[in-house]
């Protein structure tokens, strides 16, 4: 017996979408993305909703939508606006991802985003998740779409114990929910999946009492819900020390440096970073000098600031500094006036310095 039919085996499937079904129905969040099926709208509402609370993306949902209503809007936009049009929600690589997919999809398919699961999948940034999410909703079709929260409701409903956090278990589950999900409405399917991990089967407390699916569930019915997932820990965080420079010249403009076009917050801006372990904070300006051209007169601490990544901590050290610099020679480095600074894409860390500006 093969190990879906195995774990499957007594499980009644049928009687099992019905009730997620009509709940999803009667329940689901009025939310901006599930307006209409158009699936470029559901493709960046997924994008959005990867490692980021639906609370916090339904507003730059909106404008970003707004701004680029079209998959030809957005491919043809200026890297460094969708970047500012991004900016505060984090994780960056996924705006850079979707805009490199959807100039491919303006390019080989005529602005329309493919239906065929091959050619989907082979676009940038489309895993397995993004793409079932995509054919399921907008295209209607039975692919399973496999998140955290849809591993957590079936490790609870089938009482699966494989350590979510592995990518063999991650394969189980998305055969688990091939076999499951309905044909007759596979977008409220998923959806409803989804749904009922936000809302009812949480991480934490989950609340069985209001569930629709209580009476399919193998965890609740032994009382052991509680227990599931399994889920190993993540390793230790990178913790990373940065001395950061605010520096700002005679006219009152700022110094700003631009990330490498590759690895963490690719082209976006920051106030020049020192690697402090590395230069040590008595040899800054000196370094400064070297590397940049630019001479520091004086600096002033101004506080400090911790950032957490997925597996990288930043502890940075924030310094007012001075220059009599006006122009820059480093392509790195710009030279700009207060009022400037809002036309450019900054993470979130630094946006938090912004506060310690003259």
């Known amino acids: 017996m093969r190990m879906t039919d195995k774990v499957l085996q007594n499980f009644n ?8 079904i009509e709940w999803y129905h009667a329940n689901k969040r009025d939310l901006p993305w599930r307006a209409d099926q158009d699936p470029y709208k559901v493709w960046v509402s997924e994008i959005m909703l990867q490692q980021t609370k639906v609370d916090t993306v339904i507003p730059y949902f909106k404008q970003f939508i707004s701004k680029y209503p079209t998959p030809r809007d957005l491919a043809y936009a200026d890297q460094q606006e969708v970047l500012k049009t991004w900016e505060g929600l984090g994780y960056y690589s996924r705006a850079r991802n979707l805009q490199h997919a959807i100039q491919e999809v303006v390019a080989s398919y005529d602005g329309k985003v493919p239906d065929d699961p091959n050619e989907l999948g082979s676009l940038k940034g489309i895993g397995p998740y993004t793409k079932g999410a995509i054919l399921s909703i907008a295209y209607n079709q039975p692919q399973p779409a ?3 929260n849809v591993m957590r409701v079936l490790s609870r409903v089938l009482k699966v ?9 991650r394969k189980k589950f998305e055969t688990y929910a091939a076999s499951l999900i309905s044909h007759d409405d596979p977008s409220s399917f998923n959806q409803g999946m989804m749904e009922l991990g936000a809302l009812i089967c949480t991480p934490k407390e989950p609340m069985c009492m209001f569930c629709p699916v209580q009476d399919y569930c193998r965890a609740f019915q032994e009382g052991v819900q509680q227990a599931l997932p399994v889920k190993s820990k993540q390793k230790k965080q990178k913790v990373v020390p940065y001395t950061v420079l605010l520096i700002q010249n005679d006219k009152g403009h700022y110094v700003i440096e631009k990330r490498p076009a590759d690895g963490l917050l690719a082209n976006m801006w920051q106030f020049p970073m020192v690697p402090t372990v590395e230069i040590g904070n008595d040899h800054i300006e000196q370094w ?9 007169t004086k600096k002033v601490k101004k506080g400090n600031l911790k950032h957490v990544f997925t597996h990288l901590v930043w502890q940075l050290e924030i310094y007012e500094a001075t220059t009599a610099s006006t122009k820059v020679t480093d392509e790195r480095l710009k030279i700009i006036s207060r009022d400037e600074l809002d036309e450019y894409p900054f993470p979130v860390s630094h946006q938090k310095m912004m506060k310690y500006l003259r």
């Open 146 to 148: 496999v998140d955290g």
């Open 288 to 296: 400064f000098h070297m590397e940049y051209g630019i001479d520091i």
């Open 13 to 20: 499937t049928s009687a099992f979408q019905n009730a997620l």
């Open 161 to 169: 114990d494989d350590d979510i956090a592995k990518t063999s278990a």
